[in-house]
């Protein structure tokens, strides 16, 4: 089994961003030491009062310090608002620096502030989406591209720096209903499961993507899953320790318009939802996913906005003794 770390880059209103970079530097090498193998970035425009680091400048600086783990990207990249050749030269970029070991995550996005401040609508994600991959995948493969479509062009050109690995880095594709699941078995290296999918609802949504598999004749790298996970000193003060961090951030998530406002104790949510606990609970949750979806490279995120830095190291450190 392998363990990823997805690096919190949003801050609270007020909070001096300045001062946590730092932090994001310490949270890296620690996991990089405590045996995690990937790192990962989320993406979003637009996020005030929450504020947010941008993804390919804080890709590019931490991936310095991720040396040793064997990949690096982002968890997701929201394709549609950007122009794919672009992203395929700095994915190419990306490749370089790390040595081969990108992977792009990407995802449709559901925010309407987004597509409205770029002027693409949101009924144009999945057709933009597809063509973007079908593009990038010919730029980082062929010397000289002629490509017309719907939304982009390239005649007669090519980009000059080639990714290290061959055929490009890996597209992993979030999605979370089963159209966007079906396109992932398609067209994707893997599908990204996203954090805030229940167990059950993930259960029933990876047998479609197998079948899915199966039917396109493809097989995937790996089998990923996304997880908010936090490991304390005990079962009890676990819970007590994340809870105002992680609820400032599903509330967010709520304001945006991901899932509807939560209601219930934060307990009951984060049942089946989130990965909390002490050593031993926590393992147990872990091998539970693992016997019920087959999920084979858990990718944690370990810090929310507000949660103390000594708490995240705490919960990395305590994640990777148990599977280091």
């Not at 990823?4 to 961003?17: C, K, S, W, Y």
């Not at 300045?18 to 637009?46: C, K, M, N």
């Not at 991720?66 to 982002?74: D, N, V």
Request: aromatic share 10%.
């Amino acid at each position: 089994m392998k363990l990823g770390i997805m690096i919190n880059t949003q801050f609270p209103e007020g909070d001096a961003v300045p001062a946590r970079i730092p932090e994001l530097v310490e949270q890296v090498r620690t996991a990089r030491d405590a045996g995690f193998v990937s790192l990962w970035f989320p993406h979003h425009y637009l996020t005030a009062p929450l504020q947010m680091l941008q993804i390919t400048p804080m890709m590019a600086f931490l991936a310095a310090e991720a040396k040793g783990m064997m990949a690096i990207g982002p968890n997701i990249l929201i394709l549609p608002l950007l122009n794919p050749v672009h992203v395929a030269e700095e994915a190419a970029t990306l490749d370089v620096l790390t040595g081969g070991k990108y992977i792009m995550g990407v995802g449709l996005g559901y925010r309407a502030p987004e597509f409205d401040s770029f002027g693409i609508p949101l009924s144009e994600r999945a057709p933009r989406f597809g063509e973007a991959i079908r593009l990038m995948r010919r730029l980082w493969t062929e010397d000289r591209v002629t490509f017309e479509g719907r939304f982009w062009s390239v005649k007669d050109h090519g980009i000059g720096l080639k990714p290290m690995r061959p055929g490009g880095p890996p597209i992993y594709i979030a999605a979370q209903v089963d159209a966007a699941i079906k396109r992932a078995a398609r067209i994707g290296d893997a599908w990204l499961i996203v954090p805030s999918t229940s167990l059950d609802t993930v259960e029933q949504q990876m047998r479609l993507y197998r079948t899915a598999l199966t039917e396109a004749g493809r097989t995937p790298v790996e089998y990923p899953i996304s997880r908010e996970c936090y490991v304390g000193a005990s079962h009890a003060s676990a819970f007590e320790e994340c809870r105002a961090a992680l609820e400032y951030k599903y509330d967010a998530y709520a304001s945006w318009g991901l899932g509807a406002s939560r209601s219930q104790p934060f307990e009951e949510f984060a049942r089946d939802r989130f990965i909390i606990g002490d050593k031993v609970s926590v393992k147990e949750e872990i091998a539970r996913y693992r016997e019920r979806l087959g999920a084979d490279h858990f990718i944690m995120r370990c810090q929310w906005p507000g949660l103390a830095q000594e708490q995240v190291l705490g919960s990395v450190r305590r994640l990777g003794e148990m599977f280091g």
